[in-house]
């Protein structure tokens, strides 16, 4: 190891504190610092390659140093780095929302800026909350409905509709109530007996509270096609649209969380594509810029924004605003973002490469440990359990996931497990032989740690 890298993963364990981390493990472990990217690689500080399999945490696009982006960056650093929206307009923010309206589904022109996915999903609750408030004098509607194993973010707002336990125990005490329906993991399935019952019996379940409680609810909040965080938990087709059908047949405004699965990586630009829905909020965030900057946006109807309309001292603004919204620079990237989606045609030659990741991925069917695997676009889930048929789990001390990945770098891939389920979610600008490098790879590892 060379003295710069030493040194660096010295005061980094000095003077950092990592997101999720047991920085106990971390101080004992032996870091990789990521120096430089390029393409689908990172490089880190000893200069050895690894290839990017979880698109830098789900937000890398077109892969690294992509010369549009930087250079859309690099002009507007030329012009200014940030200039504030309270008070004040800049040109890429407006030129960003003018093609995000474009783009987003049917009727979603109206576009609030902040910085992350957590609080993209904070401002629709406030917005939700508070459309109701000032709509009806009669108003009740201060709850929402979330589903089970849902990840929507860490602030309190995101967290109290989220529901992975050993991320919100502790906080507990703090976290409003909100009503919780089945999200229909037809795997181990929380109130169906098969794949086909379960999606009617988690609807069933949706709409009997729904059906008892509507007056009390303001909104619902759903991730579209699949559960992220839970372990990439696919739903069955048609579930998101007939959620849509029933938030609208009981007044409730549906918030769509496509921070994970916007910008393509389903293999239509946004998940309510696919089931032609159109939510009341759309929260978009990590691959918005490409995977460059830290830049979110929440998007909803002209009829939710003009209940904020008012004299002044009717007070009824929308009270939010982080310094950075609107940042230029995060602004300018995600416009070249969207470009390069535009001039490159990537949806259209995604096809193939999701093709050719479902044919990669039958290699698992046959492994004894591998209790199943769950496949959404180019972003997959592999479920590692102790026992195929009985898909008894791993004990979670043994930390099988955790250990797969770690093995992986070895071979010069990057993968993230959540819990035992192994992520694999490669750029879209991933090539067929670097997918079937990253498939080889976590084929072979998971091999070698399940014998
Ligand atoms: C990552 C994620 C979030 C939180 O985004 P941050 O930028 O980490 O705050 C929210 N919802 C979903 C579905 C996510 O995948």
């Known amino acids: 190891m060379t003295p710069k890298t030493k040194r660096l993963i010295s005061l980094d364990k000095k003077h950092l504190w990592h997101p999720f981390t047991q920085m106990k493990e971390w101080a004992e472990s032996d870091p990789l610092i990521i120096e430089r990217g390029k393409g689908n690689y990172l490089i880190d500080t000893e200069g050895r390659r690894y290839l990017d399999g979880v698109s830098s945490l789900w937000v890398t696009v077109h892969g690294h140093r992509k010369k549009e982006i930087d250079s859309a960056v690099k002009k507007q650093l030329s012009k200014i780095a940030h200039s504030t929206l309270l008070g004040l ?18 009727g979603l022109g109206r576009v609030f800026y902040s910085d992350n996915g957590s609080t993209a999903v904070e401002i629709a609750l406030k917005m939700a909350f508070q459309y109701h408030e000032q709509t009806n004098r009669k108003n009740r509607k201060r709850k929402f409905i979330a589903f089970t194993g849902a990840y929507h973010g860490d602030t309190f707002g995101s967290m109290s509709v989220g529901e992975i336990d050993i991320f919100v125990k502790k906080y507990r005490p703090l976290l409003f109530d909100t009503f919780r329906a089945p999200y229909p993991y037809c795997y181990r399935c929380p ?7 379960c999606k009617t019996a988690c609807l069933n379940a949706l709409e009997d509270i729904l ?11 759903i991730e579209p096609l699949f559960e992220g965080a839970a372990g990439i938990v696919t739903s069955p087709p048609g579930f998101l649209k007939a959620v849509r059908r029933l938030t609208r047949k009981y007044d409730v405004l549906l918030i769509v969380d496509e921070v994970a699965t916007g910008f393509g990586r389903t293999g239509s630009m946004f998940a309510c594509d696919a ?11 990590k691959g918005l810029t490409g995977g460059y900057m830290p830049l979110a946006a929440t998007l909803t109807t002209e009829k939710v924004y003009k209940a904020f309309l008012g004299r002044y001292d009717e007070y009824k603004s929308f009270f939010h605003g982080h310094t950075y919204t609107g940042n230029p620079l995060g602004c300018a990237a995600a416009i070249a973002n969207l470009d390069i989606f535009k001039d490159e045609k990537v949806m259209e030659r995604l096809k193939g490469k999701i093709t050719l990741f479902r044919e990669l991925l039958k290699r698992f069917e046959s492994f004894g440990h591998v ?3 769950r496949q959404a676009g180019l972003i997959a889930g592999i479920e590692l359990v102790a026992d195929r048929k009985t898909k008894k789990p791993y004990p979670s001390d043994e930390r099988l996931g955790h250990r797969v990945c770690m093995e992986a770098r070895k071979y010069g891939l990057i993968i993230r497990p959540l819990g035992d389920t192994i992520v694999i979610m490669p750029p879209l600008s991933i090539t067929g032989s670097e997918l079937k ?4 790879i976590t084929c072979d590892c998971v091999k070698r740690l399940t014998q």
């Open 437 to 440: 490098k990253i498939v080889g």
């Open 191 to 197: 109130v169906g007996k098969d794949k086909k019952d």
């Open 211 to 221: 059906k008892d409680h509507h007056e009390e609810i303001a909104g619902c909040v």
């Open 371 to 373: 209790g199943e695997v």
């Open 275 to 285: 089931e032609g829905v159109v939510p009341d909020f759309l929260c978009l965030a």
């Open 89 to 106: 307009g800049n040109t890429p923010s407006i030129e960003l929302a003018e093609r995000l309206a474009e783009i987003a589904p049917g």
